[in-house]
């Protein structure tokens, strides 16, 4: 497994339960970034880590949306109290560096019922 | 980051080169240009990036304009592997490091 994996592929919920979503970035590589994708439209960001820390969440939409990556390798996405416009494909991608070259996951469908 | 602009959806005969236009009039003197694409079910991948010059490499070509607002991706030779949506992204190497992408260009590779 040399690329970005994420799981699970498929989430299906219901409205106001807690997802959480993981990320297993290429080994090696600092940065990871989260992106969401609604149908027909580009990739959204939604936070950037360098390391451990978050070097950039203003994309989270709101306060229901987390994400932590304690040792700097594995992340999770955490949602609370789902809604049904939380439904989307969400990426992760990694790099090596805050300029290299993004690696990007297959995505989490995550559908909210 | 600039803003990038790119025609929804261009087509084009398999066998045959591809130009895909990106508009970035606001685009600053340090603003990297990359392209990536996405095909079906798939995260997107990377294409290539440059700053100012011409840039070369095995999936495809870019040419930048002089004043640097615009930019063309170059499929040398469509196949029907490369029916993707192409995003150009502009973007500010420091500060934030977030790539910003746009709808993209929807690219048909006809038989």
């Known amino acids: 497994g040399a690329g970005v994996s994420q799981t699970p592929s498929n989430k299906v919920t219901e409205k106001g339960k807690y997802v959480e979503l993981r990320c297993d970035p290429i080994?090696?590589?600092?940065?990871l970034y989260w992106y969401r994708q609604s149908l027909g439209q580009g990739p959204e960001f939604l936070i950037y880590f360098q390391g451990t820390g978050a070097a950039d969440d203003s994309g989270l939409p709101n306060d229901r949306f987390f994400a932590v990556r304690p040792e700097g390798s594995v992340s999770t996405l955490k949602i609370q109290r789902t809604e049904r416009g939380d439904s989307a494909v969400y990426l992760c991608?990694?790099?090596?560096?805050?300029?290299?070259?993004?690696?990007f996951g297959e995505g989490s469908r995550l559908t909210v019922l | 980051d600039a803003k990038t602009t790119q025609p929804n959806s261009m087509e084009s005969n398999e066998e045959e080169p591809v130009h895909l236009p990106c508009n970035h009039s606001?685009?600053?003197?340090?603003?990297?240009i990359h392209w990536y694409r996405q095909l079906p079910s798939q995260g997107p991948e990377y294409v290539i990036h440059g700053l100012t010059s011409n840039v070369n490499n095995r999936m495809a070509s870019l040419a930048i304009a002089e004043d640097r607002k615009s930019s063309t991706l170059i499929l040398h030779r469509a196949t029907l592997r490369d029916a993707a949506v192409y995003y150009c992204?502009?973007?500010?190497?420091?500060?934030?490091?977030?790539?910003?992408f746009g709808t993209g260009t929807r690219l048909k590779v006809l038989a």
């Open positions: 991608a990694s790099s090596n560096g805050a300029y290299g070259e993004l690696f």
């Open positions: 992204i502009s973007q500010t190497p420091s500060g934030t490091y977030k790539y910003i």
């Open positions: 080994s090696g590589h600092t940065a």
């Open positions: 606001t685009i600053s003197g340090t603003d990297y």
